[in-house]
């Protein structure tokens, strides 16, 4: 079955309404050439007003790099998913492995606000992936299982059908190492393989990505694997000639 690639560039804690304008300028250039491939930008929350702007009409997507488990209410801080649509983003975040690690994200928590997002109709880019240790203890598919499991507890299995995944190994993340393609497809088939289980034919339609110190360089071969479908990129989205190469790769 034929998935439409996604490179999703998620900017962290970085950028300027300069950074913003220069980048989607860029991109909406380059990507004119570019046709097979989504691509989105994940910029902080006060850049998306700017960005959604400067991207309309153009086949830039926009995302968000958290989203609130709450629709409305006193959770001072928390943007929720009503707030992110009304900004034209198409993706959000679910727990990655930063939110995670310092802001405590549990797997309940990503589910739930994997759920706010489908409810809003913004559509929930779920972070899985070990850490070092659990990889070298031999618990990969037991850690990115249940960090599975419990998404399709919480939101059912046809849910799947609306929802991506992003493979991102903790120790890939920000480190310049990145898992070999043959590590990196046999967790992404271990995952498609769960939810083949289930309905093999969304699995045959859910888009899985693959995150950790993607690059131009090396996004071709990662790519090349049958069960990758796109990526999603730190450090190398934050500059136009990069990100691009491995949009176009
Ligand atoms: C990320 O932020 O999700 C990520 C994969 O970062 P990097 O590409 O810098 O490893």
Redesign the pocket.
């Known amino acids: 079955m034929a998935r439409t690639r996604l490179v999703a560039g998620?900017w962290?804690l970085h950028g300027s309404a300069e950074m913003c304008r220069e980048m989607v300028g860029a991109l909406r250039m380059g990507l004119k050439d570019l046709e097979q491939v989504d691509v989105a930008i994940f910029p902080p929350y006060p850049y998306l007003p700017l960005v959604s702007n400067l991207a309309a009409e153009s086949a830039l997507g926009l995302g968000a790099q958290d989203i609130s488990a709450h629709a409305s209410g006193a959770y001072t801080g928390e943007v929720s998913g009503e707030m992110l649509r009304e900004f034209r983003c198409g993706y959000v975040?679910c727990g990655?492995?930063?939110r995670r690690s310092y802001h405590g994200e549990t797997d309940q928590l990503v589910a739930e606000k994997a759920q706010a997002a489908l409810d809003a109709g913004v559509t929930p880019i779920i972070?899985v992936g070990e850490t070092l240790d659990q990889r070298e203890a031999g618990d990969t598919e037991s850690v990115v299982g249940s960090q599975v499991d419990a998404v399709i507890e919480k939101l059912g299995p046809n849910a799947m059908d609306h929802v991506i995944i992003?493979y991102?190994p903790v120790w890939?993340?920000?480190?310049?190492k990145?898992a070999t393609p043959d590590q990196a497809q046999a967790v992404h088939r271990f995952i498609r393989s769960k939810i083949e289980k289930l309905d093999a034919t969304i699995a045959g339609r859910l888009r899985i990505l693959y995150?950790?110190?993607?690059?131009s360089a090396n996004a071709a071969e990662l790519f090349a694997q049958p069960d990758i479908d796109g990526?999603?990129?730190?450090?190398?989205?934050l500059k136009a000639e990069e990100f691009l190469g491995i949009c176009g790769a």
């Open positions: 998620n962290k975040l990655h492995s930063e972070c992003a991102e890939a993340i920000g480190t310049g990145t995150g950790g110190s993607v690059k990526g999603l990129i730190g450090g190398a989205s």
